[in-house]
Each structure stands twice: as C-alpha cells, then as structure tokens.
C-alpha cells in the first residue's frame, strides 16, 4: 500500500468541534486512500515524504453548493447591479440560449479548477439546464470533467417542471421538462453513477431549480417520495431574497420553512443553498428536522439578498455547510475566499464573538460532507479518507502571523497551496493541477466569452 509521509507542518485544523478543532502534529501519513497517522513520526522505508516546515493542513473543503456551468458568465453587465430576481432573468435565463457541450466542458473545466487550487476536493454542482431533446449528456460531461481532475462530484440534478412567471420570453434551452421525463432523468443518473457508501466518489441528489417556482405545488410530495424511495437527498434554492417570503406569504399563507414541511421537504436528507431569511421559528423547525443549510454568503453579498443566519442554527445544533453558488453570482468562486466572507459577515453583524475559523473550517469541510452523505469524509482524523489541503505560509501575506493555523482563511486572498489529496491521490502539486494546460483553458473562455458577446 502506497504510503505517504508529511513531516514538520505548523499547524492542523481538523473541521472537528471544540478543542479537537486541533491536533498536534506535526506529522501526518497517508496511508492508500485514508489518513493512518497523526502526531511525531518517523519515516518508513520506501514512504513518499513531503517537507511542510510553514505549512498548515485542512481537510479538504466540501462545496456543497454550485452552478458550473455559470463559469463562463462572470459580471455580466446586464446583472452586475441586479437584485436575484432580475438578475435571474437577466443572466442565468437570458444566457441559456448559449448552452451546449463545449461551454458546458469549458465552464465545468474552469470552475472545477478554481476549487481545486483553493483546496477543494469535494464538489456538488447543482445543474438544472436540462430541457426537453437537449443534444448532449450533461450529467455525463460533469463527472467526466470530475473525474479528470480527482474530486469527489455530486451532481444535484436539477431542472423545471414549470416556467417562472417572472421569466419573459426565455430560449428554448430554458424550456421545462414534464414531471415524467424529470423524475426518469434523475433515476437513469442514481443507475449509472450514485454511490451510496461514505467514502463514495459519486452521488446524485434530486434537486429541482426551487419548490416554489420552478415545479407545480402538487409535485413536490411526489418529488420527495422518489428521491427517497432510490434512497438519495433532496435539495434546493430557499429563502434566498425576500421574494421567497413574499410569495409564500401571499400565495400559500405560510412561511418558505412551513410550505417546505407541508409537502415534506424537511428532514435529515433535505439541505438548501442560502436560507437567507428565516424567521426564528424557522431557524428551530430546520434545526430540530435535521434539514441542512449550503451557507453561500459570498453571492448573497453580491446580489444584495442579506446574511444567512448559519450561527444560529449552527448554535441550536443545525447543520450548516458552505457553497460558492454560481460565478455569475461570484466572480471569485473559490472555498478559500468563501470561507474568509463567512468569517467576516457574520462577525461584523453580530460581533466578534460569534464565529471563528475554526468554525468555518468546519463547516466547510465536516459540515458539507454530513449534508452529502460522506461520513468518512471531511476531517482531519486517523481513519478517514485522505481528503486534505497542505497550504503554503512563504508569502508576505502571512508573514507576522502569530497563529498560523488560521492563515487561509482568516488573511484571504489566493491560497498558497502546496498540495492537494483526494482519497490518498495527490491531485495538486506545487500549486498547479498535473496534466493542466492553464493557458489552453485560459483561451478557451476567452473563446466563450466572445462566442457570446460578439467580435
């Protein structure tokens, strides 16, 4: 069994609670796909070793929430100054009608890429642009393209049954699916790809666009019992503006949360990207139900939507993870400057006192992989997958720290990652991704870019 050594670090976070949110190294073996080893140890005959003196290791983020294909649409200036509903119909919608199988390889490329090199080994794309005799196998693409860089990949499989009102005049790649052709969609990807083991490299999630929108009231019961007769999760947008609670207000008499129980999608295998605004009871129900948050304050900054409430439900014993959300929403989608924006957010509104590194570290890592069904995944301990991220403190932007452990993510900016591990396989190396031609990826969203914009 191939056996991996990485000597002298100066610090471990772990993505575990309270004091063992950190381990004395300063060593850690590898060990095959899972971590044998953490403390002072010695090299073993034959073992790779890898010198990490001003080195700090994380588990390796967990993104529970992404829109790849979004990745070759970054400030678009039809959206730049949008709130989230014009700026739906503006970008997301309006921009469907370039979907096809080169953009979506290019897009998943880039945005696949940018994770990695922040030190993420765990990513869950939700991909709705499906539609009716729609030309190429996305769901296909998305996991070759995963699989050509070494990441664990989630497809939370998305899509309509329905139009939004709120969408005028949208192309035909936006055009629904029927109900039939959606639920069939998600049962031929759980055949052909889901893993159901906590180690797996490959799930599926059934994740229509948004309950209150994008499918008839009626479907949703009939969408949750699927999902959880091929025993898979559920997910979704909720709550992200104050639309959501407008709507539901007016159309159902409820709250989002409330509407959520009434057609039952609550409960330990149901998480949803931003939940942004919750009232307090709401925060209890999702707390008490199990039902998990991908947390994507970097987005709801940018669009205006708010701050999601992720320590308080944190605090009463919720679940919360962190997600990027789409690039068209955030033009730095990687987990390094998502994890230093949650860091920050919550502290300027609630005080200094209310969330720490070490709680978004485990958010990031721990948090995402419960939402996602991976429990041998997401923390730094003996027994677990090899999921980390040694990170690089040579740079004057770390120079002074007195703690350095909290470098990544408490002084921001690109990740200074030294290596990358998924399941043992050592995905980034000297801070570039093997076999990746930068440059050649670089062109090809230029060439996107102008395929859409014009000369």
């Not at 027994?383 to 720290?401: F, I, K, T």
Request: aromatic letters at 6%.
């Amino acid at each position: 069994m191939a056996s991996t050594l990485i000597r002298n670090a100066a610090g471990f976070v772990t993505g575990l609670p309270g004091a063992a949110a950190r381990a004395t190294g300063p060593d850690l073996r590898i060990e095959g796909t899972r971590i044998a080893a953490i403390g002072r140890l010695e090299p073993l005959p034959g073992e790779t070793v890898l010198d990490a003196t001003d080195c700090v290791v994380y588990p390796g983020w967990v993104n529970t929430h992404h829109h790849l294909f979004q990745s070759v649409l970054k400030g678009v200036p039809a959206g730049i100054n949008l709130q989230l509903v014009p700026w739906l119909s503006a970008v997301p919608v309006a921009y469907r009608r370039f979907a096809s199988e080169e953009s979506l390889r290019t897009a998943a490329r880039i945005g696949i890429a940018e994770l990695v090199l922040s030190g993420c080994t765990t990513v869950a794309d939700h991909h709705y642009a499906y539609w009716p005799g729609m030309p190429f196998d996305a769901s296909q693409l998305l996991f070759d393209v995963a699989a050509e860089f070494g990441v664990r990949f989630v497809l939370l499989r998305g899509g309509a049954t329905k139009v939004r009102d709120s969408d005028q005049n949208p192309p035909p790649q936006a055009a629904p699916e029927t109900l039939a052709q959606f639920l069939a969609g998600v049962e031929r990807d759980v055949q052909r790809f889901h893993q159901p083991g906590g180690d797996a490299m490959r799930k599926v999630v059934m994740s229509p666009t948004t309950p209150t929108w994008s499918v008839a009231v009626p479907e949703l019961k009939e969408i949750a019992r699927a999902a959880r007769a091929m025993g898979i999760g559920l997910h979704s947008h909720m709550s992200e503006s104050h639309d959501y609670v407008a709507f539901c207000r007016d159309v159902h008499g409820c709250r989002p949360i409330e509407f959520c129980e009434r057609h039952e999608w609550l409960g330990r295998d149901v998480f949803y990207a931003h939940l942004v605004h919750l009232a307090p009871h709401e925060i209890r129900m999702l707390a008490e139900s199990g039902t998990g948050m991908s947390h994507c304050p970097q987005s709801n900054c940018r669009l205006g939507s708010g701050i999601a409430p992720a320590p308080a439900l944190d605090a009463m014993g919720g679940r919360v993870s962190i997600g990027v959300d789409g690039a068209a929403s955030n033009e730095a989608a990687d987990m390094v400057s998502e994890a230093h924006a949650a860091w920050l957010v919550h502290r300027a509104r609630d005080g200094a006192w209310s969330t720490t590194v070490e709680d978004v570290v485990r958010w990031g890592s721990a948090g995402g992989a419960d939402l996602l069904g991976l429990a041998d995944v997401g923390t730094l301990e003996v027994g677990r997958q090899a999921d980390l991220a040694v990170y690089s403190l040579d740079d004057l932007r770390y120079a002074g720290l007195h703690d350095p452990a909290i470098g990544p993510v408490a002084a921001g900016g690109a990740a200074r990652l030294k290596h990358l591990f998924c399941a043992g396989r050592e995905i980034v190396r000297d801070g570039g991704i093997p076999g990746l031609d930068r440059a050649a990826l670089l062109r090809e969203a230029r060439q996107a870019v102008r395929r859409m914009t014009g000369p």
